[in-house]
């Protein structure tokens, strides 16, 4: 730019309002104009239509699968067949239980005879039907009502330390 140019914008900015108040409300000329245009984020209903098609053709595909019995492929049904639902094998887990199952042992031997002859009855029922619903379990995996069961026994046994620990707890008086 040339000295004459410079000084020619120089005066002209100088001769600008400080100060200009806003024109009136814009949002209609905005909102015109934005309605004018297409929008290309939303999917063109074709599109979207044929993506409904696929989806239910797909599913109509598993669904016959299923009722064909071919939806389980033969890897998962090894898998299946050769879990043995045994108990869990974590070392944490098997720390907390023994400690658990000790403190249940250590509570017992506190109670009168009978009372732990009761209790180790109904421990043993537990750990019975524990092992027969494990058994049943090998033979029909895909049984969820059998797991639940199994998962249930698990429980019922904790819960019975946990019962026979509760009652025989020191009891503590305040002065």
């Known amino acids: 730019m040339n000295d004459r140019q410079s000084d020619s914008l120089d005066r002209l900015l100088a001769n600008l309002p400080r100060d200009m108040a806003p024109p009136g409300n814009l949002w209609p000329g905005v909102a015109a ?35 064909e019995n071919r939806s389980v492929p033969r890897v998962i049904q090894t898998v299946a067949a050769a879990s043995s639902f045994d108990e869990p094998h974590d070392p944490k887990y098997l720390l907390a239980r023994n400690s658990v199952e000790r403190t249940f042992r250590e509570r017992l031997a506190l109670l009168e005879p009978a ?35 199994w998962e249930s026994t698990g429980r019922d046994e904790l819960d019975l330390y946990d019962s026979v620990v509760q009652a025989t707890q020191p009891s503590t008086t305040r002065i």
């Open 33 to 67: 104009r934005l309605s004018g245009k297409s929008r290309r984020a939303a999917p063109p209903m074709a599109l979207a239509a044929a993506i409904a098609i696929a989806a239910a053709g797909l599913a109509s595909l598993f669904t016959w699968a299923v009722l």
């Open 115 to 149: 009372t732990r002859a009761k209790i180790e009855a109904s421990l043993a029922v537990i750990r019975r039907a524990h092992e027969e619903i494990r058994k049943a379990l090998a033979a029909d995996p895909q049984s969820a009502v059998l797991e639940q069961l």
